[in-house]
């Protein structure tokens, strides 16, 4: 991670967080990107930029260009920007399918766009993005977000293939995150059965690694099935 930049969207989340402040303890510059205000005064070694709509492509192109700005170069994009709802088909609002769509396909795709030309010249450029084991195969209530998610993995599969040999393109598959506001949520879940933001983030982690340049393409299930 050594003088490596790092982007982090969602930064201000639980697991974007974890990323960015284990990425930094070992080296990492962090440019972090959230639609929260953020508090934060720059540094050399850290930024964040709130207030960010990252759905809106001027916006995500706006923001990673302060941070490339900012550091000189970008060697990784995290995408970690997203969103849940949970609803079914027959009950539920074309909205929603709207706002899913908008939080997690738009988000990675627009700051995937606008950072391609930075990280291809870092020589060693990486995008992690967060898919989902849930949109392996979608349950009860599940169809918009497993949907969107899915949009995701094809959206990975597909940069990492039009981007082969310049940029490695991969995404992580987490099952339930263990939150705060996810065990809010399920009181009653066994929560020693879910992923914590710390082990998911290791494995974010080792993606924009110079140790996986030969992993390009992949969706990785992370902390299995619940």
């Known amino acids: 991670m050594q003088g490596k930049v790092l982007v982090?969207?969602?930064v201000l989340g639980a697991l974007g967080k974890v990323v960015a402040d284990i990425a930094q303890s070992r080296g990492a510059r962090i440019a972090g990107i959230d639609r929260?205000?953020?508090?934060?005064?720059?540094?050399?070694?850290?930024?964040?930029?709130?207030?960010?709509?990252?759905?809106?492509?001027?916006?995500a192109?706006?923001?990673?260009?302060?941070?490339?700005?900012?550091?000189?170069?970008?060697?990784a994009l995290i995408n970690i920007a997203g969103g849940f709802a949970f609803e079914t088909v027959g009950d539920g609002d074309i909205t929603t399918w709207q706002r899913m769509y908008a939080l997690n396909v738009l988000t990675a795709l627009n700051t995937s766009r606008a950072a391609l030309p930075h990280l291809a010249a870092s020589g060693a450029g990486r995008i992690v993005?967060?898919?989902?084991?849930?949109a392996l195969q979608a349950g009860n209530g599940m169809g918009p977000?497993?949907?969107?998610?899915?949009g995701v993995h094809r959206l990975t599969e597909a940069l990492a293939s039009e981007w082969k040999g310049k940029i490695t393109v991969n995404a992580v598959l987490?099952?339930?995150?263990?939150?705060?506001?996810?065990?809010a949520d399920m009181?009653?879940?066994?929560?020693?059965?879910?992923?914590s933001p710390q082990e998911l983030a290791e494995v974010i982690l080792?993606?924009?690694?110079?140790?996986?340049?030969?992993?390009?393409g992949a969706l990785i299930p992370v902390g299995g099935r619940v």
């Open 174 to 183: 987490p099952s339930i995150i263990d939150t705060k506001a996810n065990r």
């Open 36 to 59: 929260a205000p953020s508090q934060l005064s720059a540094t050399p070694e850290r930024i964040e930029i709130g207030g960010v709509d990252l759905s809106d492509a001027a916006q």
């Open 8 to 10: 982090v969207t969602g």
């Open 206 to 216: 080792f993606l924009t690694s110079d140790a996986a340049s030969g992993v390009t």
């Open 129 to 134: 993005n967060i898919g989902a084991m849930g």
């Open 145 to 150: 977000y497993a949907a969107s998610k899915a």
């Open 187 to 195: 009181p009653k879940a066994d929560f020693s059965k879910w992923v």
């Open 61 to 75: 192109k706006t923001a990673i260009d302060a941070a490339a700005k900012h550091f000189g170069r970008l060697d």
